[in-house]
């Protein structure tokens, strides 16, 4: 019963409010890591109906990224402006990101804007995310991120990113 509350399933773990996953991928069978926490309280000035997000860091094509997905559309890449704030730390906004077709997520992939959202995270218990649209309105959510360190270590073991990388791309 006491394991009940840190494994999940094989290959899964829990860190704080992270679900953490290390299954092997059945194309390559090396580890395919990734950190996810879920939360209910998605909202949209649209539309009053609260719904799910979700808060995904992962490696994807070997890059680090964090990717925020919603149940509804936030807005298209051309015109929506990503803000956070982590606890009580200064906030951050027109965060360098992108919108993926289908207007339901959100990455954050530049590698000094995504250094920097690792940094406010590491020792954070909360985030607090808006994204501004013109033709989607304004969307907010707040995250539960305690525990972050481990769901941070293993998400990026595979693509790590290091301040000295940050600072050659800017």
Known sequence: MVL????????????????????????TGTPVAGAITRVWGA???N????????LQLTCFENRPIAKIA?????????????GYRFDDKPGRDAVESRVLLGYRVIVIEDTAALQQFIDDL???????????????????????????EPALEAAYAACPLTTTQARRTT
Do not use: H, M
């Open 70 to 82: 919603f149940e509804f559309k936030i807005g298209s890449d051309r015109n929506t402006s990503l």
């Open 43 to 45: 909202t949209n000035s």
């Open 122 to 148: 590491r020792g954070s218990t909360r985030l607090y995310v808006r994204i501004r649209s013109l033709n989607a309105g304004v969307s907010s959510v707040e995250f539960k991120v305690a525990g972050a």
């Open 4 to 27: 009940a509350g840190c494994v999940t399933d094989a290959g899964t773990t829990r860190s704080g409010n992270w679900l953490i996953d290390q299954k092997p991928d059945r194309i």
């Open 47 to 54: 539309d009053g109906v609260i719904r799910n997000a979700l």
